[in-house]
């Protein structure tokens, strides 16, 4: 009988056992290697998570990071791509799972699409960044993998935060604002705080899969102390570090009403009385502004000329400019006795004249798809429980910054190409009105209100946040909160904003960044790896 073992001397002997081995693996669709590197992933998409609020383990992220990049690039590019899936949608449901605690009593037994959904829209995001580490692993430079595996994964995030149907939520670059990273969100914006925690975790983790590896510990070693250098770098010449002294007054009202009392049968004529009773005193504290959340008057008030008179009288009695969130309508979006179209909307009204009429109108322009509209044709509002979704218009706002303040409604806010073009108009404040009830004492709003501070070193203007039931404040350009309020109760917030303290990223905005990070992608792979 034919013996390979005896008829062939030690080298052939080799090349059949690797053949063989070779065939095996291609039989076998999952791997020893590939569920090693599904479990690590898992574990790190669990870790990466916990850099997030309520655990705000901010430091965690570069490790759970190096976890990521070592499982992409231990496995070809086609398995990668599989445990960047499983990954993705851990860390994404789980990221999102917040979002229905209030409305998923609106769709009761599809409540969990409240955050599987989401996490399957931006999902791409994860395989994509794990198979351009696998084919940098395999075709680039080893010095240069880690380079493209942060810019992929940064890429990956600018990419599914855009448009009318990105969700921004659960950017890395929100948890790390509150790290050491901080200033060198007023260079690249909050990518480069993804960027650069990526970059320190992928160094890690591709040294870690070779730790006997002099190179690559030296690139991860250089990694470390550049991505130092540059952060001590950014602070040190952070125009917001020297912000004038705030002089202007504002303040903010938090009514503390819960979203399921606000929308029952008494809840107007409690909003009222709440909002009007919390704001009357603001008059012996000279406000140059009053700001209230959003929505938190649940009526329309052009059908209300009563309410808008009341307002106007509030406003005269304050001495203040009074910004007041209820609902519009939007009756051109709703011809031929379709239903309703509604406009989430800010209305100003100021101590002066027009009498009893708001003096500005602002409505949310980028509305939350599957919340406060359904995107598509008519006839998906047949679906099941899509009629519990709402019927909103976007707004077509004429002006969109009154007298050096530039408003943001709630899921505006998350947007930061949207809160850079606001900056054309050179405000001096943004102020972002929210109704953050929807979620409860979960993740959500003290993620929400992370984000404030990214768009204050963002932009390099004052923030002035006011929410439903928290959190409401001010913070300076630095993203300092000079006042803050907790997560609940009614509460008042006063005290000063100034000048603004822009940074690089305030005059250049996302696009340039994307571009580089498409760049930074690409370009190692025209240096090929020396066999």
């Known amino acids: 009988m034919f013996n390979p073992v005896t008829c062939f001397p030690q080298p052939g002997k080799i090349i059949i056992i690797a053949a063989t081995t070779t065939a095996t693996a ?23 998570h916990l850099a997030f609020p309520r655990t705000d383990w901010w430091w965690i992220a570069p490790f759970a990071a190096a976890g990521l990049v070592a499982s992409w690039c231990s496995v070809g590019p086609w398995r990668a791509a599989l445990v960047g899936c499983v990954s993705g949608l851990v860390f994404y449901t789980w990221g999102f799972s917040w979002f229905g ?37 395999r075709r680039c430079d080893e010095r240069l993998v880690p380079l493209v595996a942060a810019a992929a994964f940064t ?28 200033p060198l969100a007023a260079y690249g914006g909050g ?65 503390g009403i819960s979203q399921t009392l606000k929308m029952s049968s008494g809840g107007l004529a409690l909003a009222i009385t709440r909002y009007a009773s919390l704001t009357v005193p603001l008059r012996t504290q000279h406000p140059t502004l009053v700001l209230w959340p959003e929505t938190v008057i649940p009526a329309d008030l052009l059908d209300e000329p009563v309410l808008r008179a009341r307002f106007a009288q509030l406003a005269r009695t304050v001495g203040a400019p009074l910004w007041v969130g209820a609902w519009g309508d939007d009756r051109a979006a709703s011809p031929n006795g379709e239903p309703r179209a509604f406009t989430n909307t800010l209305y100003l009204f100021v101590p002066g004249p027009p009498l009893g009429e708001p003096s500005a109108i602002y409505s949310k322009a980028h509305l939350v798809p599957f919340a406060e509209y359904l995107p598509g044709p008519a006839w998906l509002r047949a679906l099941p429980f899509a ?14 910054t009154f007298d050096g303040a530039t408003p943001l409604i709630c899921w505006e806010s998350m947007f930061g190409d949207i809160a850079h073009a606001r900056l054309a108009d050179d405000p001096t404040l943004l102020m972002i009105a929210t109704d953050d009830a929807w979620f ?45 309020t907790a997560l609940g109760p009614a509460a008042v917030v006063v005290g000063e904003v100034g000048a603004p303290a822009p940074g690089p990223y305030a005059r250049l905005g996302p696009t340039p960044i994307g571009v580089g990070l498409v760049v930074l992608t690409a370009l190692p792979f025209l240096r090929r790896r020396p066999r």
């Open 440 to 484: 409860g004492d979960t993740q959500g709003p003290y993620e929400h209100a992370q984000v404030a501070t990214l768009r204050a070193v963002e932009t390099g203007r004052w923030v002035l946040r006011a929410g439903a039931t928290g959190i409401s404040g001010i913070i300076a350009p630095d993203g300092t909160w000079t006042q803050r």
């Open 155 to 182: 890429l990956g995030e600018e990419l599914r935060s855009i448009g009318v149907m990105g969700n921004p939520f659960s950017q890395l670059g929100v948890a790390e604002i509150d790290s050491p990273l901080r």
């Open 26 to 48: 291609r039989r076998t669709p999952l791997s020893s290697t590939t569920v090693r590197a599904t479990i690590v992933s898992i574990v790190s998409a669990l870790g990466l």
């Open 387 to 400: 009629n519990a979704i709402g019927h909103f218009a976007p707004g077509r706002n004429a002006q969109t």
């Open 101 to 137: 605690v209030t409305a998923g009593s609106l769709l009761g037994p599809a409540a969990p699409l409240l955050s599987v959904g989401p996490a399957i829209l931006v999902l791409p995001a994860f395989p994509f960044a794990a198979v351009l580490a696998s084919l940098a692993a």
């Open 191 to 255: 990518y480069a705080l993804t960027f650069a925690t990526m970059l320190l975790g992928a160094s890690l983790g591709w040294w870690l899969l070779a730790p006997r590896s002099r190179r690559r510990a030296l690139t991860a070693l250089g990694t470390w102390l550049a991505v130092a250098a540059l952060t001590a770098l950014a602070w040190n010449a952070w125009p917001a570090r020297g912000h004038a002294p705030p002089t202007r007054r504002v303040a903010a009202v938090q009514g």
